[in-house]
Each structure stands twice: as C-alpha cells, then as structure tokens.
C-alpha cells in the first residue's frame, strides 16, 4: 500500500498481479482517503501504458461526443442513469434520467452532435453515432475487449438492408465463450475457441433496428461488431497493447498501425492466405497494409488478420474514402487514418491540452469543459498532451456515419474504493515490474503511485 497528498488529495492504491493458465491480471484497489473526488486513473507497467481498465464494483462515468444519439445498455438491474448535455464550458444545457434493468437499452437524441456527461450508479455500456440505422449506409463496425462485454448491434433486416453482425477472436487456448441474446434469445450459445481461432457471425443480428448481446469469455477475447455497410473505420481493441488478432472488415480494407515509442518492431500477418509484412517504426510513424477480403458471407467482406509489435501500438480497421468516428485510449500519438476530421477533446479534470504531428493547437479546459478543432485535408498523424484526464474523439467530415462505444472514466468519491481490472502480457512475470498509477483529483491534481509487481 502506497499513501501520498495533502488531507484534500490522499488516497491509498493496493495492486496484485495474478495468474490464471495462461492469462496475467492485475488487479487494482483505490481509496479516496481525501475530499476531493477522483475523475480518472491512468495506469502504466515498466513505463508503457495499460489502456481498457474496466472497474468492476463501482458505477460509471462517462464524457461522450454523441453523433445524432446515444444507445445505453444496463448490466444491472435497478440501474439509475443520467444524461447532460453540456456546453462547452462545462455548464448543464438539458437533462433526462431513467431506470434500467439488466439488458434493457435506452436511446437519447436530442441534437445532431452534441457533447454530453452520462452518469450511473451501475456499470452502463454506452453506444454513440447514427446507430438508427436510417438507411443502408448508416453504421459501421466497432471494437470491444475483455472478458465480460455489452454490445448494441445494428440490424435493417427487414428494410432491404443488412443484419448485424459480430466476430469474435481468441487470444489464448480453451477459451470459453458464452453470448446472451437479450432482445428475443435466438442467438444464445455457448463455444471454445482456442488461439487464433475466430466465431464469424455475418448476419446474426436480425432484429431491426438491433439487438443487445452479452458476451462472457473465460480468458481475453477481441469483439468486432455492427451493421458493416460502407463505413469500416475503427480503432481496433485488444487486452494487450503488443498484439491484436482481430477481423478486417470491408471490401477494400486496409490495417494501419500507428507506433507510440520509436524503435517499435512490427509484424503483419493475413491469417487466411499465409503472407506477412515487418519493418520498424518511429514514434509518431505509421504503416497501412492493403488486403483483399478473403470471406465474403451476406454481403458482408472480411479478412483475419494478426498484429504483434515489441511495443505499444495503436491498430485501425478502415477503408480509404469512408467516414467513419472512433475514441482514441492514447494521450500519446493517434492516427485518424481520414482526412477532413475534427477533433473533439472532452477534459474530466482541469487541463491543458497540446496536440501537435500533422495539426498545431492548444486549449485550456476545466472539468467537464470541452472544445473542438475542424481542419480541411489529410492530417493524420496527431500526438496529444494533457495534464489532466481527458477524453478523445476523432469524427470525419460525414459525422452521422459512425458507430462508436464509449469508454468510462472513473469516478471515486471521498471515502469510496474502486476495484479496477486489466490484462497484461509480460516477458517474465516471476520477476519483479514497475507499476506506476497516475490519479487524477476533480480540481486539476495529479499524484503518482509507484508499487512492484510480479508473481
């Protein structure tokens, strides 16, 4: 247990790392022992950052760009939501609330793009874009992570359209995965799939507009799921940020990979035909790989598709001259992959916010402030800088196209504790690594926890 700050910003972190087969957790417990509320928590082991924490006792606390609408999933029952849009200086413009029960969705959509704070005393899942459909060209693909996963899909079956649908992916050996169809049950069941090896649904989501799943995985699985049109543009999710398995969508897709450290050795494997692709990238460098579809099932195209890296990188699915929206989990560089984006910036705490690359700009935001930059051309490669904790979102020029899950912030409150989660991948757990916890306090404070780690 480590114990740092004045009365105002104290609080206690307890971290565990833990095996289980083949699989590394780390488990980690904040204390507010202060009065002033945590707004965030960012985590790093051996300097490189943990992004797709997930807390597991706690409600949830989100700062959205909603595109069009809002689709809310509870996982609980009983659980209370609130929805504010704000304006960009913090200030509460409108507000709604509602009850949920365990797989119930509620849809928000009071403006065309608009940003907004969603609040809950329950863990939510959160759906932003025209995630209607309206018409047959209205959403794209997203991507999830973890063990424990809430999905709204979109479907138009039934209106000359597509149905949803979902691809799954397994990182380990024997992973046992359990998806519950909470919309009418059809699409319940319950498989093992071992590394490497994928469960393709082209066309399961039937039910228009869409359908909520949970998936539960016994070991960390990656999800790619939507209504997949023309519009195949995300930022890939994978419990580790050195390796992604995952399926290409799209009938002229292409994988980039971005690198957040220089000297980053990168390989590119297309599962199906048996080629792959290396080099070296410097911070800040990308690398985009063309790949012809290999599967093509409902009108639906895609390609298997492995990245593995020696460092941290980021992974876009996308196919040049679509829109697209995505949340970015890097402070560092980022790669909107199309040009004629904005940029939006939601702050949590206080902030001061640098983006350089491809764009030049500086803002100051207080808590639950945010501010925008449009830019015309190609501008791709952007490497964001804050002192506080903050929210990122790329949006193209065409924003109703777009699907994008939110991801939450934390929320500790005086005296409460939160229990937070994640995977790892280390090249010798049984050796002692550096565990570094930046909290981020409501009023602009930042205190660093320094823990050992191993098993």
């Known amino acids: 247990m480590v114990r740092v700050g004045a009365v105002r910003h ?16 780390l488990v980690l417990n904040i204390k507010n022992l202060g009065n002033v509320p945590i707004a965030g928590v960012r985590v790093e082991v051996d300097g490189y950052p943990i992004p797709n924490l997930r807390a597991t006792n706690t409600g949830t606390y989100f700062y959205v760009v909603a595109l069009h609408w ?52 329950k863990p939510i899942a959160v759906f932003t874009s025209s995630i209607g459909p309206s018409h047959d060209s209205d959403d794209d693909f ?53 590394a490497g090896e994928f469960m393709e649904l082209p066309d399961a989501v039937e039910t228009s507009p869409g359908e909520v799943w949970h998936i539960a995985a016994s070991k960390p699985i990656t999800v790619m799921a939507g209504f997949p049109e023309n519009d195949e543009y995300e930022e890939v999710k994978s419990p580790y940020t050195t390796e992604y398995i995952f399926t290409l969508i799209g009938d002229n897709p292409y994988v ?22 290396s080099g070296t990238l410097s911070a800040g460098e990308s690398w985009s790989k063309g790949m012809s579809y290999y599967h093509r099932a409902n009108n639906v195209e895609w ?3 492995k990245v593995v ?32 984006y904005r940029l939006y910036i939601v702050a949590a705490t206080p902030a001061s916010i640098t983006v350089s690359g491809d764009l030049s700009w500086s803002a100051e935001l207080g808590a639950g402030c945010w501010a925008y930059r449009d830019w015309p051309g190609t501008y791709r490669r952007l490497r964001i800088g804050s002192t506080g904790y903050i929210a990122i979102y790329t949006i193209a ?19 409460m504790v939160a229990s937070i989660s994640g995977f790892l991948k280390l090249d010798n757990p049984y050796v002692p690594h550096t565990l570094t916890v930046y909290v981020y306090f409501l009023d602009g404070s930042v205190k660093a926890y320094t823990l050992s780690i191993g098993l």
């Open 10 to 25: 104290e609080a206690s972190v307890d971290a565990r790392l833990a095996a289980s087969e083949d699989v590394l957790y």
């Open 70 to 121: 809002l689709e809310i999933v509870a996982t609980e029952d009983n659980t209370h939501v609130v929805v504010e849009e704000l304006k960009s200086d913090g200030s509460v413009n409108q507000r709604w609330s509602n009850t949920l029960n365990r797989g119930q969705h509620w849809r928000v959509n009071p403006n065309d793009l608009w940003v907004c704070r969603v609040a809950s005393d």
């Open 397 to 415: 020029n065409g924003w109703h196209e777009g699907i994008t899950p939110a991801f939450p912030i934390l929320w500790i409150g005086p005296g």
């Open 256 to 277: 980039l990979v971005q690198a957040q450290y220089d000297n980053t050795h990168v390989a590119i494997y297309d599962l199906n035909r048996g080629d792959s692709w």
């Open 142 to 194: 997203y991507s999830l992570s973890g063990t424990d996963l809430w999905l709204w899909i979109p479907s138009r079956r039934g209106w000359g359209g597509k149905p949803g649908s979902v691809f799954i992916a397994a990182y380990h050996d024997d992973t046992v995965v359990t998806i519950t169809d909470y919309t009418n049950g059809d699409d319940s069941v319950s498989f093992k799939l071992n």
């Open 309 to 340: 890296a020696d460092k941290p990188v980021e992974v876009l699915n996308y196919d040049p001259g679509t829109w697209g929206a995505s949340q970015h989990d890097w402070y560092g560089w980022i790669n909107t992959a199309l040009g004629n």
């Open 303 to 305: 390609v298997r598709v």
